[in-house]
């Protein structure tokens, strides 16, 4: 009997195993359909850890929620993961319309770098400048939404650069310690107002991904610093030195708990990633301020930025005439038909190319049709929507933003009062996009240290700078001197940097070329011919600006609106003829501009000549309709003594008749 | 389709101007000259040093303003832009109202007299009409045509600027614009052909 037992008993878990993972696998994806109910799924739901086991009030030394085995459960975390939020690490597969990239500062060595995997040009990538996912996440983790490189191997991100060896394996503990940064899906999704990313921020901070999700969404308080432990910390034989204790109320008699889960986030969630403050009137003066007229009706960034279960969010940037990407994975990532009809003008005047009736009307969310009275339709041939509508009124020299990425805006309490200035993000920039059409961008100017070979220029990662020229970049000073937000920096100064980057001795293949140590910033490139600095043109050192569309401004405040010609055609207007601030750490007190009519490949001559023709345009209405009503009172002179002839001439037949 | 409209129509134009030349020469035409019923000049011979100097304005920059708007559109496929746009803006207000200097000095020598109006209503009733009654009547009516399609050429062109008309409105008044210009244009050289030949005559 034992013996049958034994023989039984495998098969039998065999075959239990089998059936939970099939049962498993049945739910996966379970949430991620519409059953055409529109009343919001209520979620009552049990919490899992990365350990796949259930998390409950009573738990001794509970572990953090673990996103992929809670959410996981009915939803496919892994088509998720294929979304733009999260694929534009070592699974990037597109690159899309160029956007706000991460940025990479280290204002000592006066550098702001921006960074990027997706194929943007005027990026570099992470590991162009040392930076491998466990390097990344300690860079740009406060306003990351998990997954990608948060769920990188330690190895995994560098394979690609067929330099294994190099891992770290200090990192390889420090990751065992930190645990992953899965997707964060309470950060978009959770509508409880106890969301706080500032919480998941700061446990960012501390190294404890693996704990930013829980505490961001209030389940729970953590107690350590997995930055502070020793590498070869162990709980098992150290004891739990990072405490979870869980809101005990949460949990119902079956330890479920209820999260406010909504399908459309709010705004109030995107806005934490997504801020952009205008440095015209910031701190006391921000509530002059309006919010996006969009918002403002009422709508959410979700009501035309939406996506299915792919996560793949429309962002605008594909209208109904034109996909300016051309690429393959685009098509295949989206219904261009469908996601069209959710660009501005797919809302406001009809998707022509949609299957749907509704969608080739237009007017999704009662979006108004715009008039444009006054605008002669080349305009929308030769401009954006959003370079009337969007940003911040141009003036005569651009304006300045921070954004909550690249500035890490939004971090309260514990983070302390950090309020950085760099990067100087330059707005409202008119430059052309993608589809040949002008629009407003954001831009940055790059500036760093780097090396050329064949023209090819590469920025040094701020570490090996930082190692290389100490002193003359001025490291030991703990209080230096700000120009403009700069620490200054002399030709003097680079000539001596780039002579201790000349020095160094890299480690170069037989045949290589030395690469020729260069500096950029201010749009020039800095190099040494025969001892002294010169500096020159190059791509590498061109500003790097991306589109943007928010916040939009009500029609009354767009440009042109009402025929107000001289909006744009003015000799003095800024839209054509404003200044583009030149930001560097190179005299930086000095006002360095350039024309605007060079990012919108504009001819200057010509527009001006053309903004002086606007002088003469209340004459030249005025001479022609009053020639015209002279030509039209001629000929109703004379039609009128037609009519009189005609008049007479039938008149007389009758008389002859009778 | 406007490019092909354009093409196929001076085309048909400039080819019935060489038909007509070469079936009709100036010589028959004497023949068939009769006298003004009403006693004024039955050409535009005489007219005043204003008039002709309105009249070769509004010619010359018609012809510009031909050249300028239809040029690239009939030769590139490309709408007008840049400095060629800003000619053709420039020159209208000189076209217009050298067109309206001509209507008034004109109007009265292209008046229909007797002969005009019973050639004209015997053409409108497809009767056979007296050669002596037709004579002068073309001339005069591409005089009138001309002049009146000279108003919605303008108008069009001039209420564009004003915020009035939405993006349905301003691309009816560019097509507007586009058709009623063509008509002017072929109107305008029939009527200079036909006062050519006529001038031709008088000398």
């Known amino acids: 009997m034992i013996q049958v037992i034994r023989t039984l008993l495998p098969l039998v878990l065999l075959f239990g195993g089998f059936a939970v993972g099939q049962a498993a696998e049945k739910d996966k994806g379970l949430g991620d359909g519409h059953d055409g109910n529109r009343a919001s799924i209520t979620h009552l739901i049990e919490l899992w850890d990365d350990r796949g086991k259930q998390i409950k009030s009573a738990d001794a030394q509970p572990r953090p929620v673990s996103m992929r085995n809670t959410c996981g459960k009915c939803h496919d975390y892994d088509t998720m993961a294929a979304g733009w939020h999260f694929h534009s690490g070592s699974t990037n597969v597109l690159s899309g319309r160029v956007g706000e990239p991460w940025m990479l500062t280290d204002n000592r060595i006066r550098t702001q770098i921006p960074i990027s995997n997706r194929d943007w040009k005027g990026t570099y990538k992470p590991g162009d400048v040392d930076l491998n996912a466990w390097k990344f996440l300690k860079k740009f983790s406060s306003h990351f939404p998990g997954g990608n490189y948060g769920e990188m191997a330690p190895s995994e991100d560098e394979e690609g650069e067929g330099d294994e060896e190099e891992v770290d394996t200090s990192e390889i503990f420090r990751w065992e310690i930190s645990g992953k940064y899965e997707i964060n899906c309470l950060a978009c999704h959770h509508a409880d107002r106890k969301q706080n990313q500032s919480d998941s921020a700061l446990q960012a901070a501390k190294e404890n991904y693996r704990w930013a999700a829980t505490v961001g969404s209030g389940l729970a308080s953590v107690k350590g610093t997995a930055s502070e432990l020793e590498d070869f910390y162990d709980p098992e034989f150290d004891g739990q030195k990072i405490i979870t204790s869980y809101d005990k109320s949460r949990f119902d008699s079956e330890n479920k708990v209820f999260l406010d889960i909504v399908r459309k986030p709010p705004s109030n969630r995107c806005y934490f990633c997504h801020s952009t403050q205008d440095l015209q009137t910031p701190g006391k003066d921000e509530w002059v301020h309006n919010e996006d007229i969009h918002m403002a009706s009422g709508m959410s960034c979700s009501d035309c930025h939406r996506n299915g279960a792919d996560h793949m969010i429309s962002r605008g940037d594909i209208d109904p005439s034109k996909n300016p990407h051309d690429s393959d994975g685009y098509l295949k990532a989206y219904d261009l038909k469908k996601v069209a009809s959710f660009s501005c003008q797919g809302c406001h005047m009809g998707n022509p190319g949609a299957d749907d009736l509704a969608a080739r009307m237009g007017g999704h969310l009662g979006a108004p049709v715009p008039k444009h009275k006054g605008i002669p339709p080349v305009h929308f041939e030769k401009l954006s929507c959003t370079a009337c509508h969007s940003g911040r009124l141009p003036t005569e020299s651009t304006a300045r933003v921070r954004t909550a990425r690249m500035h890490k805006l939004g971090r309260h309490g514990p983070h302390g009062r950090i309020s950085p200035q760099l990067p100087h993000v330059i707005t409202p920039v008119f430059a052309r996009m993608a589809n040949g059409k002008i629009g407003p961008h954001n831009m940055i100017w790059p500036s760093f240290w780097g090396t050329q070979t064949n023209g090819v220029v590469k920025p040094l990662a701020p570490n090996l700078v930082r190692e290389i020229a100490p002193d003359e970049l001025g490291m030991e000073i703990a209080e230096p001197e700000r120009v403009n937000d700069w620490i200054e920096l002399t030709e003097k100064q680079i000539g001596n940097v780039l002579n201790l980057i000349g020095e160094y001795e890299w480690e170069l293949e037989e045949g290589d070329p030395k690469p020729e140590p260069v500096y950029v910033a201010g749009g020039r490139l800095y190099s040494l011919s025969n001892g002294l600095v010169i500096s020159t043109k190059h791509d590498a050192a061109e500003p790097y600006k991306w589109p943007i569309a928010h916040d939009v401004r009500p029609a009354a405040q767009s440009l042109g609106s009402n025929g107000r010609c001289a909006d744009c055609h003015d000799k003095d207007s800024p839209f054509i003829f404003g200044q583009v601030e030149v930001d560097t750490p190179i005299k930086p007190a000095e006002k360095q501009t350039v024309a605007m009519t060079k990012f919108g490949e504009l001819d200057r001559s010509y527009f001006q000549m053309f903004a002086f023709t606007f002088l003469f345009r209340p004459w030249l209405k005025v001479v022609v309709i009053i020639s015209s009503i002279l030509l039209g009172m001629v000929l109703l002179l004379y039609a009128l003594k037609g009519l009189d002839t005609v008049i007479k001439a039938a008149g007389k037949k009758v008389s002859s008749k009778q | ?203």
């Open chain 2, 1 to 203: 389709m406007f490019q092909t409209i354009s093409w196929v129509s001076l085309s048909l134009v400039l080819a019935g101007i060489v038909v007509h030349w070469i079936a009709s020469p100036s010589s028959l035409l004497a023949k068939r000259e009769a006298p003004d019923a009403g006693g004024r000049p039955s050409s535009g011979c005489g007219v005043g040093k204003l008039s002709t100097l309105a009249c070769a304005v509004a010619f010359g920059s018609l012809f510009i303003l031909f050249v300028t708007g239809f040029g690239g559109r009939l030769l590139l496929g490309e709408a007008i832009h840049g400095y060629t746009l800003m000619v053709h803006v420039g020159l209208a207000p000189v076209f217009v109202i050298s067109a309206g200097v001509m209507l008034v000095a004109w109007s009265y020598q292209c008046g229909l007299n007797e002969n005009d109006r019973r050639g004209l209503a015997s053409l409108l009733c497809l009767r056979k009409t007296a050669k002596a009654d037709t004579v002068n009547l073309a001339w005069k009516l591409t005089f009138w045509l001309a002049m009146a399609l000279v108003v919605p050429v303008s108008l069009s062109m001039v209420l564009g600027m004003f915020p009035i008309f939405g993006t349905h409105g301003q691309e009816t008044l560019l097509c507007l614009h586009q058709y009623s210009s063509l008509a002017l244009t072929l109107v305008a050289m029939i009527h200079v052909y036909l006062v050519v030949r006529r001038k031709a005559l008088c000398s």
